[in-house]
């Protein structure tokens, strides 16, 4: 997990989150890192916004995003192409003023 293009002007940042072995997702630890990654964003880095990319169909990461007070804001329509077939991608993005209101879970 991590932040990347973290940008001070803009105040804002892309979040990525993978737990890579089968057996370890489901647990609550997505929950868990991700709460850490938004309290280091608007706490300890003051930044405003944070966004994320997702393919649709992901729904255990669109469920936690939309969980932890993420909106979409754009979508891409066949964006991404997988064995043959193509799926939408969803831009997120979680703004501090949301985190704050405490959307966490
Ligand atoms: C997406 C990911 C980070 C979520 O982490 P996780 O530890 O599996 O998720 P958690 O156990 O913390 O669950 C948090 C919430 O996610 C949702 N969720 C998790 N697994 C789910 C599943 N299999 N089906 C539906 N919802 C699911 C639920 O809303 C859950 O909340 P609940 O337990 O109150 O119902 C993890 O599954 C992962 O790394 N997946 C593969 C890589 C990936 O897709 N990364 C994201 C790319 S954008």
């Known amino acids: ?7 001070k002007v803009n105040k804002n940042c892309d ?3 993978m ?7 489901g647990k ?3 929950k868990i890192a991700m709460d850490w990654l938004m309290d280091y964003s608007f ?11 997702v393919i649709a169909n992901n729904v255990p990461a669109v469920k936690l995003y939309k969980k932890l007070g993420f909106k979409i804001e754009g979508i ?8 043959n077939k193509y799926y939408n ?3 997120m993005a979680l703004f501090e003023k949301d985190y704050k209101k405490g959307v966490k879970i």
């Open 1 to 7: 997990m991590g932040l990347s293009n973290i940008n």
């Open 15 to 17: 979040l990525f989150i």
């Open 76 to 83: 891409m329509i066949d964006e991404v192409r997988y064995k």
């Open 43 to 53: 706490n300890k880095l003051k930044l405003h916004k944070i966004n994320l990319g």
């Open 89 to 91: 991608f969803y831009s």
């Open 28 to 30: 609550g630890v997505g």
């Open 19 to 25: 737990i890579g072995e089968d057996d370890y997702r």
